[in-house]
């Protein structure tokens, strides 16, 4: 019997409470650098993670642009990523900014 | 005590009631537009703080108090007229758009590049601040209009 592991991600613990950019190239806590150590591996692992999004001091789109449309650019489906990946947060508006974003990535 | 003693009593209490329910929904409603107004006036200051981000000609280090004005700050002032009773889940769209207009593109880059006031991104941010304004006006009128 396979047995999925949920894990949980706290971005402002487990990342940065400043995360911040879209590109490595833009500073040490970047959307990129966060999809490729966080989202990725439970992504390939077929695994399931919690994101917890509210520790930290805010977002720009263009940091949760590139961590999570990214992953669609990668190769993922919306249909995977939204299997794999359960996003929390008190701000409905940041989880409805992500989930747009996965399915503009979707659609080119 | 008479039946009409009685009855001049129930009026009395009854016509304080309804002065005092009539004051208690007037001074809610002035305390709701006092929260209202400082909420329009953190949005016009977030407008001018992000048009001076991108306007200027290099990349500032306001970018973190943007981040915070367009996430915690703005969501708790929000969260704030919810607990009101103001219905203000019209306006989390707007917020999401106005986020975007800020930060989505030549925000927290390398590749910053000064933007002049007639650019897209600019027009786009005083655009989506005036829909969030806009919203928040209309959820206090749809409650006392």
Redesign the interface.
Do not use: C, H, I, M
């Given at each position: 019997m396979n047995t999925i592991t949920t894990t949980i991600i706290d971005i402002g613990k487990d990342f940065s409470r400043?995360p911040?950019?879209?590109?490595e190239?833009?500073?040490p806590f970047s959307g990129e650098l966060f999809r490729a150590k966080f989202l990725v591996p439970v992504l390939d692992s077929n695994g399931h993670v919690t994101i917890e999004l509210d520790e930290t001091?805010?977002?720009?789109?263009?940091?949760l642009?590139e961590a999570f449309g990214g992953l669609v650019r990668l190769g993922y489906s919306s249909t995977q990523i939204k299997n794999t990946i359960t996003l929390h947060s008190?701000?409905?508006?940041?989880i409805?900014?992500i989930e747009?974003y996965i399915l503009d990535a979707e659609q080119g | 005590m008479g039946w009409t003693q009685i009855v001049t009593w129930l009026l009395v209490i009854l016509g304080w009631l309804l002065v005092n329910h009539q004051n208690n929904v007037r001074e809610k409603r002035k305390e709701i537009r006092a929260i209202l107004d400082k909420t329009q006036s953190f949005l016009d200051e977030i407008e001018v703080e992000a048009i001076k981000y991108h306007t200027s000609q290099e990349s500032s280090d306001s970018?973190?108090q943007l981040?915070?004005?367009?996430?915690?700050k703005l969501?708790n002032k929000l969260d704030i007229l919810k607990l009101r009773n103001l219905n203000v889940e019209k306006c989390?769209?707007y917020?999401?758009k106005l986020?975007?207009a800020?930060?989505?593109?030549n925000?927290?880059?390398?590749s910053f590049k000064p933007q002049n006031l007639s650019d897209d991104l600019i027009k786009n941010i005083w655009l989506a601040k005036d829909k969030l304004s806009q919203e928040l006006e209309n959820s206090f009128a749809t409650r006392y209009r």
């Open positions: 400043y911040a950019g879209r590109y190239t833009d500073g001091a805010g977002y720009g789109s263009s940091f642009e008190e701000d409905p508006s940041l409805e900014e747009e | 970018a973190f981040k915070r004005n367009l996430n915690q969501r989390y769209p917020l999401k986020r975007q800020v930060t989505l593109e925000f927290d880059t390398s």
